[in-house]
């Protein structure tokens, strides 16, 4: 699609949400999208593209270790985190092979390198050629951006 000049792509994975069985649920789904998506990245590297293409695989939430129920060995889950998620982007202007931003050792604060979700909705702007401040769309009588008013930046860190 890419190729024939269609300028986004999304694609959806459902089932990721799991609140028990997570060893057996979990290895499952990685299975799943491992490969086809380390093939797009290489496809669309092999064909000079992905310079231009940027790649984004995340979710809607991080996960904490902690869980809700019965907690066993095999049969466990992970309780949703809505401030510490991870994300992969690669392609398009973001640097790549990079680790950026960390939490404890309980998956449940942001101890290094936060990136706010307005902040990586403003660096995936910028690299589409977009400042984030003045793309504003009308919402009940109001200019709203994307990145909210809260004075998103664009992390130059990810960035080449």
Request: aromatic share 8%.
């Amino acid at each position: 699609m890419a190729e024939r000049g269609v300028r986004f792509v999304q694609l959806f994975h459902r089932g990721w949400d799991q609140q028990d069985d997570l060893p057996a649920g979990l290895k499952k789904n990685c299975e799943s999208v491992d490969q086809p998506v380390a093939g797009l990245i290489k496809d669309l590297q092999q064909r000079g593209m992905l310079d231009d293409t940027i790649v984004i695989f995340g979710g809607e939430f991080g996960r904490t270790i902690y869980g809700q129920g019965t907690l066993t060995q095999t049969n466990h889950g992970r309780d949703h985190h809505g401030r510490c998620f991870t994300t992969c982007v690669t392609g398009g202007g973001f640097k790549r092979g990079i680790d950026y931003g960390m939490t404890d050792d309980y998956s449940y604060n942001i101890v290094k390198d936060p990136v706010h979700i307005n902040d990586l909705n403003a660096t995936v702007l910028h690299n589409l050629g977009i400042d984030h401040e003045h793309f504003t769309v009308k919402h009940q009588g109001l200019d709203a951006r994307l990145t909210g008013v809260e004075g998103a930046r664009v992390v130059n860190e990810l960035l080449l």
